[in-house]
């Protein structure tokens, strides 16, 4: 039973926003065209309001119009102290309020509003021209389709509360074991399955309680005759993080609680974008302005609070999560200034070995084209260990300053403790990898700068000065300002002289393309450099990003237990998967096969293989690499690189699957691994063009089978003879034929080009059956080669889409009250999508209407009180928390509300693969609440409720 737990708001819907900070608005003028401007700038939510921030530029009239569309929306008396009574004027509904802002030292004033109803705010010059407008208490739509495939929602469930998702258990051979996790945050605010995103993203100071755009993964280690299920639940269980302020909470000194920086919401560690470019220009466009998102009440930080989604990962059983936010430059458009806006999707998913693999997608969803974008995945390292830093066996704390080295053969870096504790890996080398990363220091998530400053002296150079600021930042000299002489080491986020603090500017890729050797010490390569807190910044390539366009940062997290991993483990570089396998042309002799192993114990390594058989006798047949290594590389688990060639005599042309498996010389073996390749046809002499499918793999045994309604199909074509290519199409179960490409040039003559059907769309093949796609191309000459794919809808489970907010707005209650309200979704949806098989029985949708509680700061929303007010009286509803009566009637009938069933599928599942059933026109007409006071009476404000629907067999 698939279930979404969407929020009802009576009052209102609100922001959750704070801190305060002012911009100016600078702007040219000329004696012809005074300038007249104002803009939002700050949205800051306290107790009893949101307090706003206006900015203005009012070069002629002094004069602001303030309209809303509903009464008593602005707090008259508290605009009145911050303006002089004189300064404003209303009417007696106080929905338009003139204010004169004639004192030339201001530039901005602070707005107390209602947070208890949805209202609009229209600001107008003193000519009634409208400068800007902007809903209050509205909760912005996050649209999480980064990648504009509308059919995968089908298999993510979104969830308002933090989780943790575990991947493989790991054994050794002591009988202890291992287990990966990730998570957004701080783990300690995860751990438990209970506490809501909102309620760690609220202000702490200036910054957040939990900086939820870091994307998180640590490891649980469970000692012999432990438990590992039990978590950190179980005193034989340790956990191990790398993040500071990532389940390091032992180490927080609440009598400076205050802080922004205490190790506590991985604060220091986090994801963004160059947006606030846009609001403040640097004065080198090759160093844009960046900010953090954790920076409260601005829109390029963040806009609302972010969405959590997870799902299993069809490839490999395991959890996976994703993150969803957006930001904007302006909270609305300013006259004069580029706006952008950025949708940012973070996804973490777990290997069959148990790598974590981030992937972050920036998206373009605004209206303008984004110049000189950049994308910036920021990480502040720690080691930590059971709620504090890592420490030796005196005590001392090791695990911040801390050297990072190069993994070799551009793979990415690693960080090791000085006691051998724990070591973590990060891979850069995936297919969407950062164009650029620094094992350098890292930034405070809060901050917004403008990149680099250059103030001009006397005569343009004399006394001027300049600065850059992260990523930008320059290294510092053995200053006490920035350096501790003592132990040797820099203050956050400083680094050496020399040493920028991430990157010089767009054009420096860091330690990318450096090829250092593996252990190589990052940022310097001498070991007696002082140390700087270790951190790491990726960031994109600079590009003008066009809208609807997407951009990707890419990494690996793996992490290693040395003093308990007993078994060998190998990463191979570029591994094929099933759906994207490995390219080789028919007839190649070799395929050459690259990565590297460590083992923590063991002298001895050997690599076995088996092409197209996964039985333990066929891999131990075949040798890949033997390899040894001292004991003492054993104990630091060195990493050692490997090239090796794979004989593929034999094989003919199509998909293949290699099987290895590492043992080392006590006998034992690491995780078995796939490697998919497939060998194609290449272009021979007078033999006409050549086409081969590559990805997705979909055969007529088996078919390709898609989780969605679109898919990137492609492959590789060549000929050998011919200069031009007419044409490459496809058609579907011998229909119509559609042409991809066309008029093609053909300059490299027998090499391979490769070709795609970007996002293809098989919605119209909405059924069980199989369908056959042959892929042509045809040369000059009218010559032709096809290829074949297969693929099949198969049954899955149902989706349930409802509104996450309904409003029934502003209600006056008694006792007595009979008023029954109607539900208007406003323009939103109840859907059911069904994908199950054909046949499937029929299905209720069901829905639970929770209490009606009176948000406050301090109350969880979520209580186990099933809220069934309906058909029972007021006085049996004695309650401490301040609620109201609810009444549910369904098509004029009072009903109970715990078990409400507002609509069917019309009869048993029919022959099409995704079946919608729309409930919103039944709801809307027959779904009505009449809300009642208790006979104590109730306080005015904003009430909530949960409201829980989910789907049921209808066996008819």
């Known amino acids: 039973m698939r279930k979404t737990r969407p929020t009802l708001i009576l009052a209102c819907l609100w922001l959750i926003c704070s801190s305060y900070f002012t911009t100016p608005v600078m702007a040219e003028t000329t004696e012809d065209q005074p300038v007249t401007s104002a803009g939002l700038e700050t949205i800051i939510e306290q107790e009893e309001d949101n307090e706003v921030t206006i900015s203005y530029v009012l070069e002629d009239k002094k004069e602001l119009v303030l309209k809303t569309d509903h009464e008593e929306m602005i707090d008259l008396e508290a605009l009145k102290e911050e303006l002089g009574a004189d300064n404003v004027q209303s009417t007696d509904s106080k929905q338009e309020i003139v204010v004169t802002l004639d004192n030339p030292d201001l530039i901005d004033f602070k707005l107390h509003v209602s947070k208890t109803v949805p209202f609009l705010l229209t600001v107008q010059d003193a000519d009634r021209k409208d400068m800007f407008k902007h809903q209050f208490n509205h909760t912005e739509n996050v649209d999480p389709l980064v990648d504009d495939d509308p059919a995968e929602e089908s298999t993510w469930t979104r969830v308002d509360k933090l989780r943790v998702s575990k991947g493989p258990v790991l054994k050794n051979s002591d009988g202890s074991c291992m287990q990966p996790i990730l998570y957004f945050g701080d ?279 300049k600065e850059a600021f992260y990523p930008w930042k320059i290294g510092k000299p053995m200053d006490k300002n920035f350096y501790d002489k003592k132990t040797n080491t ?278 069980f059956e199989k369908h056959r796609l042959v892929v042509k191309i045809t040369d000059e000459n009218n010559q032709v080669d096809t290829d074949i794919f297969y693929f099949k809808h198969v049954g899955g489970g149902t989706h349930l889409v409802a509104p996450e907010e309904i409003d029934f707005g502003r209600v006056s209650v008694t006792p007595t009250s009979d008023q029954p309200i109607p539900t208007n979704l406003n323009g939103k949806k109840v859907l059911l999508e069904d994908f199950r098989k054909e046949g499937a029985s029929p299905l209720k949708i069901k829905l639970s209407i929770k209490k009606f509680y009176k948000v406050t700061d301090n109350v969880d929303t979520d209580d186990e009180d099933d809220g069934d007010d309906s058909l029972s009286s007021i006085e049996s509803r004695a309650s401490s928390r301040d609620s109201l009566v609810h009444d549910v009637i369904w098509n004029g009938q009072a009903v109970n509300s715990k078990h409400l069933i507002v609509g069917r599928t019309d009869g048993f599942k029919s022959d099409e693969w995704r079946q919608t059933t729309d409930l919103t026109p039944e709801i809307e007409k027959k779904l009505q609440l009449n809300f009642r006071a208790k006979e104590t009476g109730v306080s005015t404000g904003k009430y909530m409720s949960q409201w829980t629907w989910s789907t049921v067999d209808s066996i008819q």
């Open 490 to 767: 820099y203050k956050f986020s400083y680094t050496p002289d020399g040493i920028s603090n991430a990157f010089v500017d767009q054009k420096d890729l860091g330690d990318k393309g450096q090829k250092m050797a593996a252990g190589t010490r990052l940022g310097t390569n001498k070991e007696k450099d002082p140390q700087w807190d270790a951190g790491v910044t990726m960031r994109s390539s600079p590009i003008d990003l066009e809208v609807g366009k997407t951009v990707h940062i890419q990494y690996g997290t793996v992490m290693d237990i040395p003093g308990t991993v007993s078994h060998p483990v190998v990463e191979y570089d570029e591994i094929g998967t099933e759906h994207f396998p490995k390219v080789l042309t028919l007839g190649t002799e070799n395929m050459i096969m690259e990565g590297h192993w460590y083992d923590f114990d063991s002298r001895n390594v050997s690599i076995k293989y088996a092409i197209d058989s996964e039985d333990p006798e066929d891999i131990q047949k075949n040798t890949l690499m033997d390899d040894t290594q001292t004991e003492e590389e054993a104990v630091m688990g060195r990493f050692h690189d490997f090239s090796q060639k794979v004989s593929l005599d034999g094989l003919e042309k199509g998909m293949h699957k290699m099987y290895l498996i590492a043992e080392d010389g006590e006998g034992n073996k690491s995780i078995l691994q796939e490697h998919n390749f497939k060998l194609i046809k290449s272009a021979v002499e007078n033999k006409g063009p050549q086409i081969d499918i590559t990805s997705p793999t979909g055969t007529k045994r088996n078919p390709y089978i898609p989780v969605t309604d679109k898919f990137n199909l492609q492959g590789f074509w060549s000929d050998q003879n011919s200069k031009k290519i007419k044409s490459i199409s496809y058609a579907v179960d011998g229909g119509t034929e559609n042409v991809v490409q066309e008029d093609i040039d053909n300059p490299a003559l027998g090499e391979l080009v490769p070709w795609k059907i970007k996002a293809y769309n098989i919605s119209e093949y909405n059924d």
């Open 187 to 465: 783990y300690r605010y995860s751990e438990s399955g209970v506490m809501k995103v909102s309620s760690t993203w609220i202000p702490r100071r200036k910054s957040r309680e939990n900086s939820l755009t870091a994307p998180n993964s640590g490891i649980i280690y469970s000692e012999p005759g432990g438990k590992i299920e039990d978590g950190t639940n179980n005193p034989k269980n340790h956990i191990y993080t790398t993040h500071y302020g990532d389940s390091q909470n032992k180490d927080f000194n609440p009598a400076l609680s205050a802080q922004e920086d205490l190790p506590y919401g991985t604060p220091t560690s986090y994801t963004s974008t160059n947006l606030f470019n846009f609001v403040s220009h640097s004065d080198n466009w090759r160093k844009p302005g960046t900010s953090g998102p954790n920076k409260v009440g601005k829109s390029y930080a963040m806009l609302g609070e972010p969405n959590l989604y997870y799902r299993i990962d069809p490839k490999t059983g395991f959890e996976e999560q994703r993150l969803v936010y957006k930001q904007r430059a302006f909270y609305n458009d300013h006259l004069g200034k580029t706006n952008p806006e950025i949708t940012t999707r973070i996804k973490m998913s777990f290997t069959k070995t148990g790598r974590v693999v981030t992937d972050i997608a920036f998206k373009n969803t605004g209206k303008v084209l984004f110049n000189n974008f950049s994308g910036f995945s920021n990480h502040d390292l720690s080691l930590n260990k059971d709620g504090t830093e890592l420490t030796d066996k005196n005590g001392k704390k090791i695990g911040n300053y801390i050297s990072i080295r190069s993994l070799g053969n551009e793979r990415g870096m690693y960080f090791q403790a000085p006691n051998n504790e724990i070591r973590t890996t990060i891979y850069m080398d995936h297919e969407k990898g950062p164009a650029a990363w620094a094992a350098r220091s890292a930034s405070r998530g809060y901050l917004a700068t403008k990149g680099y400053i250059l103030k001009p002296g006397f005569l343009g150079f004399i006394g001027s000065h």
